[in-house]
């Protein structure tokens, strides 16, 4: 079965940092492909970066230059570092991936970690 498990979130105030972490739940199997999403109370859930195998990152417009994707292959894990944390980052945030495991590549979803930013 294919699980990611994620960490890092909690309550911060404004200016505040955090570190989300994506690990896949097995160390047989890999992460390809992989971005984290963000989810407020009553709003979509929206796509915060992305980054491909070959370390290809995208962000949203919101975040660029505070928020930073990167992933440690060996370790099978993605990361999103979070720095100058706004309120308006407090949402579910989870995490996406392309893992190939025992029976080919499929995309799974992490149960999310909340992430609150006070004023």
């Known amino acids: 079965q294919v699980q990611l498990v994620e960490s890092g979130g909690g309550l911060v105030q404004a200016g505040g940092s955090l570190r989300l972490s994506c690990a896949v739940s097995r160390s047989t199997f890999s992460i390809n492909d992989a971005a984290w999403y963000r989810q407020a109370p009553g709003k979509q859930r929206d796509l915060v970066a992305s980054?491909?195998?070959?370390?290809?990152?995208n962000y949203a417009d919101s975040v660029k230059g505070r928020f930073t994707i990167s992933r440690d292959n060996a370790k099978n894990s993605v990361y999103l570092q979070m720095n100058s944390l706004e309120p308006e980052d407090t949402a579910v945030y989870l995490c996406?991936?392309?893992?190939?495991?025992?029976?080919?590549?499929?995309?799974?979803w992490g149960q999310g970690t909340q992430v609150t930013v006070s004023l």
């Open positions: 980054i491909s195998s070959g370390g290809s990152t």
């Open positions: 996406n991936a392309k893992v190939r495991w025992d029976y080919g590549n499929r995309w799974a």
